[in-house]
């Protein structure tokens, strides 16, 4: 079972940003941005187009909607999106709060944000994903 499994089972802690049966998206721990969140499928599965297509239709609508609140409580220009999928076996995006298209530099520093404002930001996030 990956890390992000585990995550999404509630074994191991994550600031929560939304969820429903198929999908888990979460506050990147290490994040390039305020608000960087990682969006998962529950069903395990290592290479994103190893989804059925209809899986994968869903996870971008459901990604979507992630965004959306980002951008509607994280203030930003967009929120862009990244697939990379080589440090973690799970098929999960990216969804970075942009000012600028450096924001989606990977070799940038990461943030340490402490656990109050993650859990703020968390909360802010899926209270604003519920409303849509």
């Known amino acids: 079972m990956s890390i992000f ?3 999404a089972a509630g074994e191991i802690p994550s600031y929560c940003c939304a969820s429903n049966d198929e999908f888990y998206a979460f506050l990147d721990i290490n994040p390039m941005v305020k608000g960087h969140t990682l969006v998962i499928p529950r069903r395990e599965v290592d290479y994103i187009f190893d989804l059925t297509d209809e899986e994968l239709g869903r996870f971008q609508v459901f990604a979507a909607h992630v965004a ?4 509607s409580v994280i ?7 990244a697939v990379l999928g080589l440090e973690v076996p799970h098929a999960h995006i990216h969804l970075i709060p942009m ?3 450096r924001d989606m530099l990977f070799s940038n520093p990461k943030l340490q944000l402490p656990a109050e404002e993650m859990q703020n930001i968390a909360n802010r996030i899926k209270e604003a994903f519920e409303k849509q």
């Open 68 to 71: 959306r609140a980002i951008k």
């Open 5 to 7: 499994s585990k995550i």
């Open 75 to 81: 203030p930003c220009v967009k929120v862009g999106e």
């Open 99 to 101: 000012q600028n298209e």
